[in-house]
């Protein structure tokens, strides 16, 4: 018996449907279902696929009356579709650009030089309530001396409202992460009592208890690759605007139309 025929993967180019001979193509779904979010791709191909395909024949059809009715000559119409593609290009160079910096090895030289040698640092967990005025404060810690509840009062009392859905509760951080008057003083309690001296800043006046204090140990290169990731691409992207810049003639113009010169063109352009 004479084996079954195994079933070709289909080319990228296999076409799907035509409208009015214009192609859409197994890479044109990939693409939209691509840019899908990611619960969407979770669809069902059999259910999913039909779906993009419709999407596609009806964005088709949409685009071919609107170039018989000559919209793309339209001057803000070409200028939006002239903008997009420039956007496209630009984001398709500095990907060939950037992609090929950002690898396993650089992201790990990376860590190696920005974190794996830094030293711990202290971190305070601490929750407050916040108030308007020195005296609410203290009557709010004469209230905790009682022994009311604080999660309870904060919930009720701070103006701070994203920590007081958590009563008053700021979780972990380090010195720099917070006002520096907040820190300051939250760095210098021991963990357990309420402090009995309101802290002022700018946002008000905050009774604060100090739950612990620790040293932060120095992240782990799993927990930080997706951060480092993004700093190294931001990174490399300025490097290529700038490496770009350098080999192109820019003229800068006043509004006059006359060419500005160098000297007086950055000064110009930081105006905008």
């Known amino acids: 018996m004479p084996a079954a025929p195994v079933a070709k993967t289909p080319s990228p180019d296999s076409v799907i449907a035509t409208v009015d ?14 840019a899908l979010p ?10 999913l696929i039909p779906l993009l395909i419709n999407q596609l024949i009806d964005q088709k059809a949409i685009q071919i009356l609107a170039e018989k009715e000559g919209l793309s000559t339209k001057p803000e119409v070409k200028s939006a579709m002239d903008s997009a593609a420039g956007n496209v290009l630009q984001n398709a160079y500095l990907e060939q650009q950037v992609a090929p910096r950002i690898t396993d090895a650089s992201v790990k030289s990376y860590y190696q030089a920005h974190y794996a040698n830094q030293k711990p640092e202290e971190e305070v967990h601490a929750r407050h309530i916040l108030v308007s005025t020195e005296a609410q404060a203290q009557d709010l810690i004469k209230k905790l001396d009682k022994g009311e509840d604080f999660a309870k009062l904060s919930s009720l009392s701070s103006t701070d409202k994203a920590s007081a859905a958590a009563g008053g509760d700021l979780g972990w951080f380090k010195r720099g992460d917070m006002n520096p008057a907040f820190s300051n003083a939250a760095f210098s309690l021991k963990p357990g009592p309420v402090a009995q001296k309101p802290i002022h800043t700018e946002y008000g006046w905050h009774i604060v208890q100090v739950l612990g204090t620790r040293m932060a140990p120095v992240p782990t290169l799993e927990e930080v690759q997706t951060t480092i990731r ?27 139309g006359k060419p500005i010169s160098n000297a007086a063109a950055p000064m110009q352009h930081g105006a905008h």
């Open 21 to 34: 001979n214009q192609k859409i193509t197994i890479s044109d779904i990939q693409r939209a279902a691509s």
């Open 38 to 47: 990611q619960q969407a791709r979770q669809i069902q191909p059999k259910v």
């Open 230 to 256: 993004r700093d190294m691409v931001r990174e490399e992207v300025r490097k290529v605007v700038e490496a770009a810049e350098k080999q192109v003639k820019v003229t800068h113009y006043d509004n006059n």
